[in-house]
Nanobody
Framework: QVQLVESGGGLVQAGGSLRLSCAAS????????MGWFRQAPGKEREFVAA????????YYVDSVKGRFTISRDNAKNTMYLQMNSLKPADTAVYFC?????????????WGQGTQVTVSS
């Protein structure tokens, strides 16, 4: 079972940027479609973005399209989420997970999450 560890969260002002990382424990990472999810206080966990094993296809929910970029480095067993033009509404705990499809179906092997706080 692959283990995932997120990092890179923090406190940033609105309009700022952060880059999240998701490090995987096994080389099988490079065979998985991967996704980013987030959970704001008092809300359900929501899908944010996904990337296929090759990195050739990506998908974003409308609320982050044009501001967030998902990428991966299979040689480092790591996935990234570059977040620009951050808004207070982006405040949440961000999680990475293995998913079945580019649409974020059947997430599993969750990491512990990393907190992102955007101040206005």
């Amino acid at each position: 079972q692959v283990q995932l560890v997120e990092s890179g969260g923090g406190l940033v002002q609105a309009g700022g940027s952060l880059r999240l990382s998701c490090a995987a424990s096994e080389r099988t990472f490079r065979t998985y479609t991967m996704g980013w999810f987030r959970q704001a206080p008092g809300k359900e966990r929501e899908f944010v973005a996904a990337i296929t094993w090759s990195g050739l296809s990506t998908y974003y929910v409308d609320s982050v399209k044009g501001r967030f970029t998902i990428s991966r480095d299979n040689a480092k067993n790591t996935m990234y989420l570059q977040m620009n033009s951050l808004k207070p509404a982006d405040t949440a705990v961000y999680f990475c997970a293995v998913v079945d499809t580019i649409g974020g179906v059947s997430p599993r092997y969750w990491g512990q999450g990393t907190q992102v706080t955007v101040s206005s």
